[in-house]
């Protein structure tokens, strides 16, 4: 064996010598249970109901006459009332208001008696009158509108008179009789046209069916949102002008899921019984999960990491792979390595999420603790915090666009969404606060609320 050859296997001996083999030992993979948030949101949502419908119902009521006395012999009177012009409606409070412009015709049976023989005399006269009508509205347990109507005061616009033996008589009093006779009419009628109009029990049974079912809001990024109402209360009714309003608070568990299907495992409930509060919070909180799967955080960090290489002196190593699974409330990421040392190390931390940034990052990155004995022993210049510093921003995962993607998403959903024919909602995401972070075999899940307001408009139900 000559001296070059000596020399040449001096060299690949020393060489080899200078790589070592990693031996570490992989920590326990182990998932702590996700906790479900069961607090309760509260929505607001409005109420505006127009009357014109209504108005157009007793309108179609009322058509000519709409009442008549057709026998004189029991009280020597005949009246005819007709309807003058259409009726219009005013709100304020809880009150419902009209003024009826009536026609009447009267006629008046006149008997004296001359000479012991009874004499009949007939007289017609006819009269204009305003009548005032008012109904006062409320909501029932089972979420009928209820309605009082009365009647009220009336003016005479033409007083009917009729002239006999010379005398103009007054026959005011035939008008109060008649309209007394019809008030039982007028009002059952108009106290119907609400009832059959105002249909609040239907809508509100089918809207709270309807809300319990999971919706897909944007397919391209598989956002759901389910709600699974508890109760529901309502600000009295108000009224102004020709509309009637009130505001509902809708107590429920909402959730938005992004990345994972919400199912139908919800007990779907019945409609509550309606109960009256003061005031409604017109703003609503969210509960959400923004899921990020194993895999797009393991792409991520391939793209970033994957190929570096780390030097320190004459030594070096380059990352081949990077993986990642949960140790309890800890993200492990394993990372293959060759070069100075071959073999796996195993580092971990704790998983955060940057508000700032809207990133989710790792914190109090760190060598698995066995894994740092290893390398103490065999590879301590890798401890060295620029080789974790090196790793550590690559893992970032960036949640801005896809957060931003969710508010526009459920923004472009809430934007006048046909519930169903005459039930429209109408909402806005303003922010999404995440607060909570738990990992699970398949993702990381973020926990936290949306923020914003939601308004239910019920303005076709008459």
Request: proline share 3%.
């Amino acid at each position: 064996m000559t001296l070059r050859t000596l020399s040449h296997l001096a060299i690949l001996g020393f060489l080899f010598s200078c790589k070592t083999q990693l031996t570490t030992v992989k920590p326990d993979e182990n998932y702590i249970p996700p906790t479900v948030e069961n607090k309760p949101s509260t929505i607001a949502m409005s109420i505006d109901l127009d009357i014109q419908k209504l108005e157009n119902s007793i309108n179609n009521t009322f058509k000519g006459t709409i009442y008549e006395d057709n026998n004189i012999d029991d009280d020597n009177v005949m009246v005819k009332v007709f309807k003058q012009q259409d009726f219009h409606f005013t709100i304020v409070g809880n009150t419902i208001s009209c003024t009826l412009p009536l026609k009447i015709w009267v006629k008046y049976r006149y008997q004296k008696s001359v000479l012991g023989v009874s004499v009949n005399s007939d007289y017609e006269a006819t009269g204009a009158l305003n009548v005032d009508v008012s109904s006062v509205f409320a909501l029932s347990k089972d979420w009928k509108i209820s309605t009082k109507t009365a009647i009220g005061k009336y003016v005479w616009t033409e007083a009917p008179k009729i002239n006999a033996i010379g005398m103009t008589i007054p026959v005011t009093f035939v008008a109060d009789m008649a309209i007394k006779s019809m008030k039982g009419k007028i009002t059952a009628s108009i106290d119907k046209a609400i009832a059959d109009n105002f249909n609040l029990r239907n809508t509100m049974d089918q809207t709270w069916a309807l809300m319990q079912k999971p919706v897909n809001v944007n397919k391209d990024f598989n956002i759901w949102l389910r709600v699974n109402p508890l109760a529901l209360f309502s600000t009295p009714i108000v009224g102004t002008g020709n509309r009637i309003s009130f505001n509902l608070g809708l107590s429920t568990l909402i959730e938005t899921s992004v990345g994972s299907a919400l199912t139908e495992a919800i007990t779907k409930t019945k409609l509550p019984d309606y109960q009256s509060v003061n005031t409604v919070k017109p703003d609503f909180e969210i509960n959400t999960n923004i899921n990020v799967s194993f895999q797009k955080i393991t792409d991520l960090a391939q793209k970033f990491v994957v190929g570096k290489t780390f030097d320190k002196g004459k030594k070096h190593v380059t990352i081949n792979k990077i993986s990642m699974f949960g140790e309890g409330d800890k993200l492990v990421v394993v990372i293959d390595v060759t070069g100075s040392v071959n073999g796996t190390v195993y580092c971990l931390g704790n998983l955060e999420y940057d508000a700032t940034n809207q990133a989710l990052k790792i914190t109090k990155f760190d060598f698995e603790v066995k894994t740092r004995n290893v390398l103490l022993k065999s590879a301590n210049w890798l401890l060295h915090n620029d080789f974790l510093k090196m790793i550590e921003p690559m893992l970032t995962i960036p949640l801005k666009d896809q957060m931003q993607t969710a508010i526009t998403s459920g923004n472009t959903f809430l934007k006048n969404y046909q519930i169903r024919k005459g039930v429209t909602l109408n909402g806005n995401l303003n922010q999404i606060l995440l607060d909570k972070i738990t990992i699970t075999p398949q993702a990381v899940i973020m926990g936290g609320v949306i923020s914003g307001n939601m308004k239910i408009e019920l303005g076709d139900l008459l």
